[in-house]
């Protein structure tokens, strides 16, 4: 009975390991507060590039 159950054990792993492979994750993809807010900076300089210049000067 211990041989059975040791090779259903195994045969099982190798299947959730194979069909786990198949099915990719929707956790979005980590971004860091550096890369946040640079985009925030490059977001704003092209929605007022203007104000964007005045900042930088005064």
Known sequence: ???????Y??????DKRA??????SNKPRYISKAERA???QNED???HPEQAEQDKLG
């Open 1 to 7: 009975m211990n041989r059975k159950k040791k090779i």
């Open 9 to 14: 054990e195994t045969l099982k792993k190798k």
């Open 19 to 24: 069909n786990a492979k198949l099915h990719k």
């Open 38 to 40: 640079a985009m925030q």
């Open 45 to 47: 300089q092209t929605q």
